[in-house]
């Protein structure tokens, strides 16, 4: 009994290096249309989670939620005449546009996915109107934005289904029901291929991919007066814009499916190829960085260098000293960046 007491009913804390350990948690959540007004009109996947968190380009619980809406960042429409901006797709001014939900509506929409996620409510996060915190000197965020994964089962039926990761994109698909639909294209390293936020799922293999965008189906280049409907959220009018290329989309999409795969993707080894002619500049290296270069979907060419350097340094390798002049005409004032050499064998 003694040692008992000793154990278990001392108040005295003994020094120790103890060892550290964290905990990792799955949250059950679904993604959902929304907008967010930041100067523009922004399409984006607003994420709802089991434990009332919601993120809306921050993480919010749902008093801040509706607080957001009541203030106009995410917003249930867009004015005619306005346009719409979908990251890594495009920008289209929009006319004619039918919206499901009013900031009333939408609240209550997201309310009802959390409970049913999580039908008694328990434990949700409450942020007490602050969703950051002092650590030192530096304000810094208590939750930071997730980067959910699509994901499938590869045996439903199983007692334990693995879930297999992928990654998702956004594309305009051409439905069956004479619609033009803003939907999610998950791709996975198997070559299963998901189409989803349309009527019905689509399924297809990663090589179809290719005929879809050449018969139109699955594209990018919406047409002047065509409706575009994003399921759960409206519909609009095109009036003018443009999107990505198709055919950097799909090699976008290449570099995702050989990267879930373990291979090299473009911006990855057009990095390398850059980092090997600094060290040993030839004229060799020099067409296979071009080729490298020249191999990254345009729309992701400005992140083979840094984030300050973006592009510029490549392309002066690639192209001389043009590059030079054309930062010093956009910006106004001298090239920053260091000169890259020439090729020793030039």
Known sequence: MKLFNKIFKSNKIVPADLTTITRTETLEGFSIPGIIHNMQYHFTDLQVYSDGLISCWEMVDLPMFKDKLNKGWVVTSIPNGEAISVFNLGHWTIEQGEWHHTKETLY???????????????????????????????????????????????????????????????????????????????????????????????????????????????????????????????????????????????????????????????????????????????????????????????????FVGTMDTKDYEVRQVIYGDIIKKEWEDDYGYEYPFDDMPKPIDE
């Not at 965020?141 to 499938?152: D, E, R, W």
């Not at 060290?279 to 345009?298: F, G, I, N, S």
């Open 108 to 302: 209550e929409f997201v309310y009802s996915l959390v409970k049913k996620l999580n039908p008694t409510l328990e434990n949700l996060y409450n942020y007490n109107g602050r969703n950051s915190k002092l650590v030192g000197k530096v304000d810094v965020a208590k939750h930071f934005i997730p980067n959910p994964k699509p994901y499938y089962l590869d045996d439903p039926n199983s007692f334990f289904p693995e879930k297999i990761n992928g990654e998702k994109f956004h594309f305009f698909y051409r439905n069956n029901d004479s619609a033009t639909y803003l939907a999610e294209l998950s791709i996975y390293k198997s070559g299963y291929v998901e189409i989803t936020n349309l009527p019905t799922k689509k399924v297809f293999k990663f090589e179809e991919l290719s005929e879809l965008t050449q018969k139109g189906i699955l594209t990018t280049d919406l047409k002047i007066g065509e409706t575009v409907t994003i399921l759960n959220l409206g519909s609009f009018k095109i009036v003018s814009g443009s999107g990505v290329d198709i055919k950097f989309k799909l090699n976008e999409l290449t570099d995702k499916f050989n990267e879930l795969n373990g291979r090299e993707n473009s911006i990855t080894k057009c990095a390398r190829i850059f980092e090997e002619y600094k060290q040993k500049p030839t004229k060799r290296l020099r067409d296979e960085l071009k080729d490298a270069y020249e191999a990254v979907p345009e729309h992701k060419r400005i």
